[in-house]
Protein backbone atom coordinates (compact mmCIF):
# COMPACT_ATOMS: atom_id res chain seq x y z
CA UNK A 1 0.00 0.00 0.00
CA UNK A 2 0.76 3.59 -0.34
CA UNK A 3 1.27 4.98 3.09
CA UNK A 4 1.43 9.57 3.87
CA UNK A 5 4.65 10.57 3.18
CA UNK A 6 7.45 11.24 5.99
CA UNK A 7 5.57 9.09 8.94
CA UNK A 8 7.89 8.21 11.81
CA UNK A 9 5.81 6.51 14.32
CA UNK A 10 6.82 5.23 18.01
CA UNK A 11 5.65 2.68 19.10
CA UNK A 12 5.54 1.62 23.24
CA UNK A 13 4.74 -1.58 24.25
CA UNK A 14 6.88 -3.61 27.49
CA UNK A 15 6.80 -6.95 25.46
CA UNK A 16 10.34 -6.54 23.85
CA UNK A 17 8.73 -9.13 20.83
CA UNK A 18 4.98 -7.05 19.84
CA UNK A 19 7.19 -3.95 19.71
CA UNK A 20 9.89 -5.02 17.54
CA UNK A 21 7.39 -6.89 15.39
CA UNK A 22 5.39 -4.16 14.72
CA UNK A 23 7.92 -1.19 14.59
CA UNK A 24 9.44 -3.82 11.69
CA UNK A 25 6.30 -4.85 9.76
CA UNK A 26 4.93 -1.16 9.79
CA UNK A 27 8.47 -0.41 7.92
CA UNK A 28 9.03 -3.02 5.94
CA UNK A 29 5.22 -3.20 4.36
CA UNK A 30 3.61 -0.19 5.24
CA UNK A 31 6.45 2.48 4.21
CA UNK A 32 5.87 3.96 7.91
CA UNK A 33 8.79 4.18 9.01
CA UNK A 34 8.40 2.94 13.34
CA UNK A 35 10.85 3.14 16.44
CA UNK A 36 10.03 0.38 19.12
CA UNK A 37 10.36 1.55 22.33
CA UNK A 38 10.45 -0.81 25.60
CA UNK A 39 8.73 1.24 28.40
CA UNK A 40 6.88 4.52 28.67
CA UNK A 41 10.07 6.24 30.35
CA UNK A 42 11.84 5.05 27.00
CA UNK A 43 9.31 6.48 25.04
CA UNK A 44 9.70 9.91 26.87
CA UNK A 45 13.14 9.55 26.02
CA UNK A 46 12.35 9.02 22.71
CA UNK A 47 9.74 11.95 21.97
CA UNK A 48 12.37 14.14 23.11
CA UNK A 49 14.46 14.05 20.54
CA UNK A 50 12.49 14.85 18.15
CA UNK A 51 10.69 14.28 14.92
CA UNK A 52 7.60 12.12 15.38
CA UNK A 53 4.69 11.99 14.13
CA UNK A 54 2.83 9.65 16.39
CA UNK A 55 2.56 7.43 18.90
CA UNK A 56 1.10 3.98 18.91
CA UNK A 57 1.10 2.36 22.76
CA UNK A 58 0.04 -0.71 24.66
CA UNK A 59 -2.28 0.11 27.35
CA UNK A 60 -1.90 -2.04 30.20
CA UNK A 61 2.22 -1.51 30.73
CA UNK A 62 4.30 -1.52 34.28
CA UNK A 63 4.84 1.07 36.53
CA UNK A 64 2.60 3.85 33.68
CA UNK A 65 -0.08 2.53 31.52
CA UNK A 66 -1.12 3.95 28.11
CA UNK A 67 -3.36 6.45 29.34
CA UNK A 68 -0.66 7.52 32.16
CA UNK A 69 1.81 7.82 29.38
CA UNK A 70 -0.57 9.53 27.33
CA UNK A 71 -0.89 12.39 29.89
CA UNK A 72 3.12 13.07 31.01
CA UNK A 73 3.42 13.45 26.63
CA UNK A 74 0.70 16.00 26.60
CA UNK A 75 2.97 18.58 28.76
CA UNK A 76 5.24 18.74 26.24
CA UNK A 77 3.70 17.51 22.88
CA UNK A 78 -0.04 18.68 23.63
CA UNK A 79 -0.86 17.73 19.71
CA UNK A 80 0.44 14.57 18.43
CA UNK A 81 -1.43 11.75 18.07
CA UNK A 82 -1.70 8.91 20.32
CA UNK A 83 -3.22 5.75 19.38
CA UNK A 84 -4.16 3.38 22.55
CA UNK A 85 -3.58 -0.73 21.52
CA UNK A 86 -6.13 -2.11 24.41
CA UNK A 87 -6.53 -5.67 25.51
CA UNK A 88 -10.08 -4.84 27.19
CA UNK A 89 -12.42 -4.42 24.82
CA UNK A 90 -15.28 -3.11 27.20
CA UNK A 91 -17.02 0.55 27.02
CA UNK A 92 -15.40 2.02 30.56
CA UNK A 93 -12.00 1.71 28.72
CA UNK A 94 -13.08 2.97 25.81
CA UNK A 95 -14.91 5.97 28.04
CA UNK A 96 -11.51 6.75 29.45
CA UNK A 97 -9.53 6.71 26.23
CA UNK A 98 -11.62 9.14 24.41
CA UNK A 99 -11.82 11.33 27.37
CA UNK A 100 -7.94 11.58 27.53
CA UNK A 101 -8.08 12.76 23.85
CA UNK A 102 -6.37 9.51 21.86
CA UNK A 103 -7.12 9.84 18.33
CA UNK A 104 -7.74 6.49 17.76
CA UNK A 105 -7.84 3.06 19.96
CA UNK A 106 -7.62 -0.79 18.80
CA UNK A 107 -7.96 -4.16 20.40
CA UNK A 108 -4.90 -5.33 20.50
CA UNK A 109 -5.67 -8.78 19.85
CA UNK A 110 -6.85 -8.28 16.59
CA UNK A 111 -3.72 -6.91 15.53
CA UNK A 112 -1.57 -9.68 16.85
CA UNK A 113 -3.63 -12.27 16.08
CA UNK A 114 -5.65 -11.41 13.42
CA UNK A 115 -2.65 -9.84 11.80
CA UNK A 116 -4.58 -6.61 11.05
CA UNK A 117 -0.91 -4.35 10.42
CA UNK A 118 -2.85 -2.74 7.42
CA UNK A 119 -5.78 -1.37 9.29
CA UNK A 120 -3.24 -0.15 12.45
CA UNK A 121 -1.27 1.46 9.36
CA UNK A 122 -4.16 3.40 7.90
CA UNK A 123 -5.66 4.18 11.29
CA UNK A 124 -1.93 6.01 11.62
CA UNK A 125 -1.85 7.64 8.57
CA UNK A 126 -5.44 8.88 9.00
CA UNK A 127 -4.51 10.81 12.27
CA UNK A 128 -1.54 12.14 11.13
CA UNK A 129 -3.28 13.49 8.11
CA UNK A 130 -6.07 15.00 9.87
CA UNK A 131 -3.16 16.56 12.76
CA UNK A 132 -1.00 17.66 9.37
CA UNK A 133 -4.23 19.56 8.20
CA UNK A 134 -4.88 21.12 11.29
CA UNK A 135 -1.80 22.40 11.64
CA UNK A 136 -1.75 23.55 8.00
CA UNK A 137 -5.06 25.54 8.93
CA UNK A 138 -4.03 26.70 12.25
CA UNK A 139 -0.96 28.15 10.54
CA UNK A 140 -3.23 30.21 7.89
CA UNK A 141 -5.85 31.17 10.52
CA UNK A 142 -2.79 32.53 12.26
CA UNK A 143 -1.07 34.53 9.29
CA UNK A 144 -4.27 35.38 7.74
CA UNK A 145 -5.07 39.20 7.89
CA UNK A 146 -8.74 38.56 8.20
CA UNK A 147 -9.86 38.79 11.82
CA UNK A 148 -10.87 35.21 13.00
CA UNK A 149 -12.91 34.19 16.01
CA UNK A 150 -14.21 31.15 17.39
CA UNK A 151 -17.52 31.88 19.62
CA UNK A 152 -20.10 30.47 21.32
CA UNK A 153 -23.91 31.42 20.55
CA UNK A 154 -23.78 33.52 23.84
CA UNK A 155 -20.96 35.39 22.90
CA UNK A 156 -18.64 33.88 24.57
CA UNK A 157 -14.67 34.07 22.93
CA UNK A 158 -13.11 30.12 22.80
CA UNK A 159 -10.22 31.42 20.51
CA UNK A 160 -8.91 34.27 18.40
CA UNK A 161 -6.22 35.02 15.94
CA UNK A 162 -3.79 38.10 16.09
CA UNK A 163 -5.25 40.32 13.38
CA UNK A 164 -8.61 39.73 15.25
CA UNK A 165 -6.81 40.35 18.85
CA UNK A 166 -4.96 43.48 17.28
CA UNK A 167 -8.14 45.25 16.55
CA UNK A 168 -9.90 44.26 19.73
CA UNK A 169 -6.59 45.60 21.08
CA UNK A 170 -5.37 42.68 23.44
CA UNK A 171 -3.46 39.36 23.31
CA UNK A 172 -5.27 36.28 21.97
CA UNK A 173 -5.34 34.46 25.53
CA UNK A 174 -6.12 37.57 26.92
CA UNK A 175 -9.49 37.56 25.59
CA UNK A 176 -10.45 34.11 25.68
CA UNK A 177 -13.64 33.95 28.13
CA UNK A 178 -14.69 37.58 27.88
CA UNK A 179 -17.55 38.01 25.52
CA UNK A 180 -18.01 39.79 22.27
CA UNK A 181 -19.97 42.89 23.29
CA UNK A 182 -17.33 42.65 26.74
CA UNK A 183 -14.05 43.82 24.13
CA UNK A 184 -15.73 45.85 21.49
CA UNK A 185 -18.73 48.01 20.60
CA UNK A 186 -21.76 46.87 22.11
CA UNK A 187 -24.51 46.96 19.62
CA UNK A 188 -21.83 46.02 16.79
CA UNK A 189 -21.21 42.75 19.24
CA UNK A 190 -25.12 42.22 19.61
CA UNK A 191 -25.91 41.98 15.70
CA UNK A 192 -22.84 39.78 15.18
CA UNK A 193 -23.18 37.31 18.13
CA UNK A 194 -27.15 37.63 16.35
CA UNK A 195 -26.06 37.02 13.17
CA UNK A 196 -23.45 33.87 14.56
CA UNK A 197 -26.64 32.39 16.33
CA UNK A 198 -28.56 32.41 13.11
CA UNK A 199 -26.50 30.95 10.99
CA UNK A 200 -26.17 27.93 13.22
CA UNK A 201 -29.91 27.46 13.73
CA UNK A 202 -30.05 27.83 9.82
CA UNK A 203 -27.28 25.52 9.29
CA UNK A 204 -25.97 27.74 6.69
CA UNK A 205 -23.12 30.46 6.21
CA UNK A 206 -24.28 34.39 6.42
CA UNK A 207 -22.82 37.51 5.81
CA UNK A 208 -22.88 40.84 6.82
CA UNK A 209 -21.45 44.55 6.88
CA UNK A 210 -20.72 46.52 9.27
CA UNK A 211 -18.52 49.45 10.89
CA UNK A 212 -16.81 49.75 14.27
CA UNK A 213 -14.66 53.11 15.18
CA UNK A 214 -14.74 53.95 10.86
CA UNK A 215 -13.38 50.88 9.89
CA UNK A 216 -15.71 48.93 7.62
CA UNK A 217 -15.83 44.95 8.01
CA UNK A 218 -16.90 42.37 5.70
CA UNK A 219 -18.40 39.41 7.60
CA UNK A 220 -18.74 35.99 7.40
CA UNK A 221 -20.73 33.44 10.13
CA UNK A 222 -20.04 29.98 9.49
CA UNK A 223 -21.35 27.00 11.69
CA UNK A 224 -18.66 25.01 13.28
CA UNK A 225 -19.53 21.37 13.81
CA UNK A 226 -17.81 20.56 17.06
CA UNK A 227 -18.67 18.14 20.46
CA UNK A 228 -18.62 21.03 22.57
CA UNK A 229 -21.80 21.00 24.70
CA UNK A 230 -22.56 24.66 23.32
CA UNK A 231 -23.14 25.46 19.94
CA UNK A 232 -20.32 27.28 18.31
CA UNK A 233 -19.51 29.62 15.10
CA UNK A 234 -16.65 30.87 13.47
CA UNK A 235 -16.65 34.36 12.80
CA UNK A 236 -13.99 35.62 9.93
CA UNK A 237 -13.80 39.91 9.43
CA UNK A 238 -12.18 41.24 6.42
CA UNK A 239 -11.51 44.82 6.62
CA UNK A 240 -12.98 46.76 3.79
CA UNK A 241 -12.44 50.36 4.48
CA UNK A 242 -9.91 51.08 1.27
CA UNK A 243 -13.05 49.79 -0.86
CA UNK A 244 -15.68 51.35 1.15
CA UNK A 245 -13.98 55.05 0.56
CA UNK A 246 -12.68 53.54 -2.74
CA UNK A 247 -16.74 53.44 -3.66
CA UNK A 248 -17.45 56.71 -2.04
CA UNK A 249 -15.20 58.38 -3.80
CA UNK A 250 -16.54 56.70 -7.37
CA UNK A 251 -19.98 57.61 -6.43
CA UNK A 252 -19.08 61.33 -5.61
CA UNK A 253 -16.89 61.34 -9.24
CA UNK A 254 -20.34 59.84 -11.16
CA UNK A 255 -22.00 62.68 -9.31
CA UNK A 256 -19.49 65.70 -10.63
CA UNK A 257 -19.96 63.87 -14.25
CA UNK A 258 -23.49 64.01 -13.67
CA UNK A 259 -23.16 67.40 -12.79
CA UNK A 260 -20.68 67.63 -16.31
CA UNK A 261 -23.63 66.36 -18.18
CA UNK A 262 -25.61 68.76 -17.22
CA UNK A 263 -23.93 71.57 -17.67
CA UNK A 264 -23.03 70.15 -21.31
CA UNK A 265 -26.24 69.89 -21.92
CA UNK A 266 -27.70 72.89 -21.07
CA UNK A 267 -24.85 75.34 -21.75
CA UNK A 268 -23.85 73.99 -24.73
CA UNK A 269 -27.05 72.92 -26.53
CA UNK A 270 -29.27 75.92 -26.43
CA UNK A 271 -26.18 78.15 -28.21
CA UNK A 272 -25.96 75.72 -30.24
CA UNK A 273 -29.86 75.24 -31.35
CA UNK A 274 -29.89 78.91 -32.00
CA UNK A 275 -26.96 78.91 -34.24
CA UNK A 276 -28.78 75.96 -35.80
CA UNK A 277 -32.18 77.96 -36.11
CA UNK A 278 -30.56 80.67 -37.31
CA UNK A 279 -28.55 78.94 -40.64
CA UNK A 280 -31.95 77.36 -41.13
CA UNK A 281 -33.76 80.77 -41.40
CA UNK A 282 -31.35 81.89 -43.50
CA UNK A 283 -32.79 81.89 -47.48
CA UNK A 284 -30.63 80.59 -49.46
CA UNK A 285 -27.69 82.68 -50.67
CA UNK A 286 -27.38 83.66 -54.21
CA UNK A 287 -23.50 83.87 -54.17
CA UNK A 288 -21.68 79.83 -54.48
CA UNK A 289 -19.07 81.31 -52.03
CA UNK A 290 -22.03 82.11 -49.52
CA UNK A 291 -24.06 78.91 -49.98
CA UNK A 292 -20.57 77.22 -49.25
CA UNK A 293 -20.08 78.90 -45.80
CA UNK A 294 -23.27 78.42 -45.05
CA UNK A 295 -23.18 74.76 -45.81
CA UNK A 296 -19.68 74.52 -43.57
CA UNK A 297 -21.50 76.14 -40.74
CA UNK A 298 -24.64 73.45 -40.49
CA UNK A 299 -21.80 71.06 -41.01
CA UNK A 300 -19.60 72.18 -38.38
CA UNK A 301 -22.97 72.68 -36.05
CA UNK A 302 -24.06 68.90 -36.63
CA UNK A 303 -20.71 67.98 -35.45
CA UNK A 304 -20.92 69.65 -32.35
CA UNK A 305 -24.24 68.18 -31.87
CA UNK A 306 -22.54 64.24 -32.61
CA UNK A 307 -19.77 65.37 -30.37
CA UNK A 308 -21.92 66.61 -27.37
CA UNK A 309 -24.13 63.58 -28.06
CA UNK A 310 -20.93 61.16 -27.20
CA UNK A 311 -19.86 62.73 -24.68
CA UNK A 312 -23.18 62.82 -22.70
CA UNK A 313 -23.20 59.18 -23.67
CA UNK A 314 -19.76 58.45 -21.70
CA UNK A 315 -20.21 60.75 -18.71
CA UNK A 316 -23.61 59.18 -18.00
CA UNK A 317 -23.44 55.33 -18.67
CA UNK A 318 -21.09 54.61 -16.23
CA UNK A 319 -18.90 51.60 -15.65
CA UNK A 320 -20.83 48.71 -14.39
CA UNK A 321 -24.53 47.00 -15.02
CA UNK A 322 -26.50 46.83 -11.93
CA UNK A 323 -29.86 44.66 -13.44
CA UNK A 324 -29.39 42.76 -16.50
CA UNK A 325 -31.91 41.16 -18.23
CA UNK A 326 -32.64 38.31 -20.52
CA UNK A 327 -32.67 40.18 -23.89
CA UNK A 328 -32.52 38.18 -27.17
CA UNK A 329 -29.52 39.78 -29.00
CA UNK A 330 -32.20 39.42 -32.42
CA UNK A 331 -33.91 42.36 -30.79
CA UNK A 332 -31.25 44.08 -29.64
CA UNK A 333 -29.96 44.47 -33.01
CA UNK A 334 -32.95 45.39 -34.95
CA UNK A 335 -34.00 48.01 -32.39
CA UNK A 336 -31.19 49.39 -32.62
CA UNK A 337 -30.86 49.38 -36.42
CA UNK A 338 -34.23 51.99 -36.17
CA UNK A 339 -31.91 54.27 -35.19
CA UNK A 340 -29.64 54.50 -37.69
CA UNK A 341 -30.19 56.44 -40.67
CA UNK A 342 -29.16 54.40 -43.44
CA UNK A 343 -31.10 53.75 -46.46
CA UNK A 344 -28.63 52.60 -49.26
CA UNK A 345 -26.93 49.98 -46.14
CA UNK A 346 -28.45 46.90 -44.87
CA UNK A 347 -28.26 44.96 -41.08
CA UNK A 348 -28.90 41.09 -40.77
CA UNK A 349 -29.30 38.45 -37.61
CA UNK A 350 -27.41 35.39 -38.91
CA UNK A 351 -27.95 33.61 -35.36
CA UNK A 352 -28.85 34.77 -32.26
CA UNK A 353 -29.67 33.77 -28.37
CA UNK A 354 -30.48 35.10 -24.69
CA UNK A 355 -28.01 37.19 -22.68
CA UNK A 356 -28.20 38.85 -19.40
CA UNK A 357 -27.58 42.44 -20.23
CA UNK A 358 -28.77 46.64 -20.23
CA UNK A 359 -30.67 46.46 -23.04
CA UNK A 360 -30.38 50.06 -23.37
CA UNK A 361 -26.96 50.03 -23.17
CA UNK A 362 -25.91 47.35 -25.55
CA UNK A 363 -28.44 48.60 -28.04
CA UNK A 364 -26.33 52.03 -28.02
CA UNK A 365 -22.66 49.47 -28.29
CA UNK A 366 -24.62 48.16 -31.60
CA UNK A 367 -25.81 51.19 -32.98
CA UNK A 368 -22.48 52.77 -32.56
CA UNK A 369 -21.11 49.67 -34.55
CA UNK A 370 -23.66 49.60 -36.82
CA UNK A 371 -22.99 53.64 -37.77
CA UNK A 372 -18.93 53.17 -37.55
CA UNK A 373 -19.68 50.67 -40.47
CA UNK A 374 -21.82 53.02 -42.33
CA UNK A 375 -19.43 56.15 -41.61
CA UNK A 376 -16.13 54.38 -42.83
CA UNK A 377 -18.13 52.89 -46.06
CA UNK A 378 -19.96 55.91 -47.60
CA UNK A 379 -23.21 54.32 -46.30
CA UNK A 380 -23.02 51.19 -48.53
CA UNK A 381 -22.53 48.73 -46.90
CA UNK A 382 -24.19 45.10 -45.68
CA UNK A 383 -23.51 44.18 -41.69
CA UNK A 384 -24.09 41.10 -40.30
CA UNK A 385 -25.15 40.11 -36.79
CA UNK A 386 -24.45 36.43 -35.25
CA UNK A 387 -23.55 33.98 -32.55
CA UNK A 388 -19.39 33.18 -32.17
CA UNK A 389 -18.46 29.52 -32.91
CA UNK A 390 -17.66 29.30 -29.84
CA UNK A 391 -20.78 30.43 -28.27
CA UNK A 392 -18.89 32.60 -25.57
CA UNK A 393 -20.26 36.14 -27.40
CA UNK A 394 -21.83 37.35 -30.77
CA UNK A 395 -20.24 39.40 -33.81
CA UNK A 396 -21.00 42.54 -35.97
CA UNK A 397 -19.29 42.16 -39.30
CA UNK A 398 -19.31 44.24 -42.65
CA UNK A 399 -17.77 43.78 -46.03
CA UNK A 400 -16.70 46.86 -46.21
CA UNK A 401 -13.32 48.53 -46.50
CA UNK A 402 -11.85 47.36 -43.01
CA UNK A 403 -10.77 49.76 -40.09
CA UNK A 404 -7.75 51.32 -40.83
CA UNK A 405 -5.18 51.70 -38.15
CA UNK A 406 -4.03 49.06 -35.49
CA UNK A 407 -6.66 47.10 -34.16
CA UNK A 408 -6.42 48.45 -30.40
CA UNK A 409 -5.74 51.94 -31.17
CA UNK A 410 -9.64 52.54 -32.50
CA UNK A 411 -10.67 51.77 -28.87
CA UNK A 412 -9.00 54.74 -27.89
CA UNK A 413 -10.94 57.85 -27.04
CA UNK A 414 -10.66 60.55 -29.82
CA UNK A 415 -9.36 58.34 -32.60
CA UNK A 416 -11.17 58.68 -35.53
CA UNK A 417 -9.76 57.73 -39.36
CA UNK A 418 -12.57 59.81 -40.53
CA UNK A 419 -12.88 63.53 -40.81
CA UNK A 420 -16.37 63.33 -39.57
CA UNK A 421 -15.96 61.15 -36.48
CA UNK A 422 -16.02 62.53 -33.22
CA UNK A 423 -13.93 59.55 -32.04
CA UNK A 424 -15.77 58.60 -28.84
CA UNK A 425 -18.21 56.11 -30.33
CA UNK A 426 -16.16 52.86 -30.29
CA UNK A 427 -15.03 54.21 -26.83
CA UNK A 428 -18.65 54.35 -25.62
CA UNK A 429 -19.03 50.69 -27.61
CA UNK A 430 -15.61 49.28 -24.98
CA UNK A 431 -16.88 51.34 -22.03
CA UNK A 432 -20.52 49.36 -22.31
CA UNK A 433 -18.64 46.33 -22.96
CA UNK A 434 -17.03 46.12 -20.01
CA UNK A 435 -19.60 47.70 -17.92
CA UNK A 436 -20.94 44.01 -18.63
CA UNK A 437 -17.27 42.23 -17.57
CA UNK A 438 -17.14 41.47 -21.93
CA UNK A 439 -14.30 42.27 -24.01
CA UNK A 440 -14.64 43.73 -27.59
CA UNK A 441 -11.65 43.44 -29.66
CA UNK A 442 -11.43 43.94 -33.44
CA UNK A 443 -10.35 41.62 -36.56
CA UNK A 444 -11.12 41.56 -40.16
CA UNK A 445 -14.26 39.96 -41.53
CA UNK A 446 -14.31 37.03 -44.48
CA UNK A 447 -15.21 39.62 -46.79
CA UNK A 448 -12.21 42.05 -45.96
CA UNK A 449 -14.41 44.67 -43.84
CA UNK A 450 -14.35 45.14 -40.47
CA UNK A 451 -15.48 42.14 -37.44
CA UNK A 452 -15.95 43.23 -34.09
CA UNK A 453 -15.97 40.45 -31.62
CA UNK A 454 -17.85 40.96 -27.85
CA UNK A 455 -16.14 37.96 -26.01
CA UNK A 456 -17.04 36.30 -22.44
CA UNK A 457 -21.01 36.82 -23.07
CA UNK A 458 -22.99 34.35 -21.35
CA UNK A 459 -25.39 33.11 -24.48
CA UNK A 460 -28.60 30.81 -23.34
CA UNK A 461 -30.96 28.75 -25.90
Given at each position: MTSESNIRTLVVDDSDFFAEMTAD????????????????????????????????????????????LLEAIRETNPSIPFILLTGRGDEETASAAIAAGVADYLLKLEVVEDKQYGRLANRIENVVSQERTRR?????????????????????????????????????????????????????????????????ENGAATRTEDAVDGQHYQNQFIPVDSHRETDTFQLVSRDITERVERQRELERQNERLEEFASVVSHDLRNPLNVAQGAVDLLTEP???????????????????????????????????????????????????????????????????????????????????????????????????VGLLESRNGFYIADNGEGVEGDAEDVFEMGYSSTQDGTGFGLAIVEQVAEAHGWEVSLTDSDSGGARFEVTDVELHD
Open positions: TLTQQHGIESVAANSAAEALERLDEGGFDCVVSDYEMPEMDGLEKFESLVADSPDGIAHLTTDGTILSVNPSMADWLGDDPDALIGYTLDEVMDSEVATRRIEAGRNAVADSEDAELVAKIDRSLDRMGCIIEDVLALARQGRTVNDPQETELSTLASTAWTWIEAEQSSMSVQSSADLAADSGRVQDLLANLFRNAIEHNDGDVEIE
